[in-house]
Nanobody
């Protein structure tokens, strides 16, 4: 049974930091590309960051470049998103997604990040 469980969301002031984690199980994590997406109220879900299965390649949405860092630990089956210099417009539900080498896509249930003073 595939599971992706996000954690680390919460309320943070503008300019603050949060670190999200996504613990994976039930599929070959070490061979799967992983990504973080977010969806703000009234908006479509958007890609935030993606990391290759080795961790050697990453890409970011322009809106988060220089502020967010995606990483992974294949030994712990976990992908992370370090978010710094947070802005109110970063407020959203953050989801992790796995794309397996067989082309299957899996999503977590999300964790809410609220940036507000």
């Amino acid at each position: 049974q595939v599971q992706l469980v996000e954690s680390g969301g919460g309320l943070v002031q503008p300019g603050g930091s949060l670190s999200l984690s996504c613990a994976a199980s039930g599929f070959t994590f070490s061979r799967s590309a992983m990504s973080w997406h977010r969806q703000a109220p009234g908006n479509e879900r958007e890609l935030v960051a993606v990391i290759s299965y080795t961790g050697g390649s990453t890409n970011y949405a322009d809106s988060v470049k220089g502020r967010f860092t995606i990483s992974r630990d294949n030994g712990k089956n976990t992908v992370y998103l370090q978010m710094n210099s947070l802005k109110p417009e970063d407020t959203a539900v953050y989801y992790c997604k796995a794309v397996t080498p067989y082309g299957s896509n899996y999503w977590g249930k999300g964790t809410l990040v609220t940036v507000s003073s």
